[in-house]
């Protein structure tokens, strides 16, 4: 059980910004979002995560839903190394690395 | 600073033998946690160590078992290997025990194991 809905593939034009969508609508209170990302042949790699506030880093910014029943991952100019699975995890705080990974969203950025 | 190392990089084995597969998480970091990622099954989570103990163990059988040493590297082993045991093994560390909510998963480039 995944507990999060995500696209399975999206598109989008090189420098363009993207909105990869995650429903979360079973979240609990003490669960944070957090989103993940693979490139092809590699590990998995943190992008960002939060709570109830939106957040910004220098990789990406996270919108979540005022219901936090579902949030978003902007990234605000895509570029080819862009292209890779994006994981929507929600997950309970102070529950350890055990970490529910769904199939993702499998984002191709056209040049 | 030095990512999370994994060993081997790949390896092919034959129903039946055994393997295992070393972890050396990112310095200071002492949370370490085995996931195995499939074609049909996608990421699932094995295991999950601090501290040299179990904290967490997914849903896998007992022929997949794993430990943690006191400079927090770690291995995990699969006995009696089966055909669908072919995946990719990762390994990801963080710094501490006290959720997440303040840090991150750091992943390993995974060990791709074979098994004819």
């Known amino acids: 059980d995944a507990k999060t809905t995500q696209p399975n593939s999206m598109e989008s034009n090189e420098e363009e910004p993207v909105h990869l969508p995650c429903n979360h609508s079973?979240?609990?209170?003490?669960?944070?979002i957090h989103w993940y990302r693979q490139l092809p042949s590699q590990g998995p790699e943190y992008v960002i995560h939060?709570?109830?506030s939106n957040v910004n880093n220098r990789m990406a910014s996270l919108a979540i839903a005022e219901d936090r029943k579902s949030s978003t991952l902007i990234l605000h100019r895509a570029t080819l190394r862009d292209a890779a699975v994006y994981y929507c995890?929600?997950?309970?705080?102070?529950?350890?690395?055990?970490?529910?990974f769904g199939p993702g969203t499998r984002l191709s950025v056209l040049p | 600073k030095a990512g999370v190392t994994q060993t081997p990089r790949y390896l092919i084995k034959t129903r039946g033998q055994q393997v295992t597969l070393s972890c050396s998480p990112i310095?200071?970091?002492?949370?370490v946690s085995w996931y195995q990622q499939t074609p049909g099954q996608g990421l699932q989570f094995l295991f999950e160590?601090?501290?040299?103990?179990?904290?967490n163990k997914g849903n896998f059988p007992g022929r997949f078992s794993g430990r943690q040493f006191s400079n927090s590297r770690s291995e995990m082993n699969v006995s009696t290997l089966e055909l669908g045991d072919s995946a990719l093994y990762l390994c990801?560390?963080?710094?501490?025990?006290?959720?997440?909510?303040?840090?991150?998963?750091?992943f390993g480039e995974g060990s791709r194991l074979t098994v004819l």
């Open positions: 990801a560390s963080s710094l501490g025990i006290a959720g997440l909510a303040t840090g991150e998963l750091f």
């Open positions: 995890i929600r997950h309970r705080d102070n529950y350890g690395q055990n970490f529910v």
């Open positions: 160590y601090f501290s040299e103990t179990q904290r």
């Open positions: 310095s200071g970091h002492r949370s």
């Open positions: 079973t979240i609990s209170g003490t669960d944070y």
């Open positions: 939060g709570l109830t």
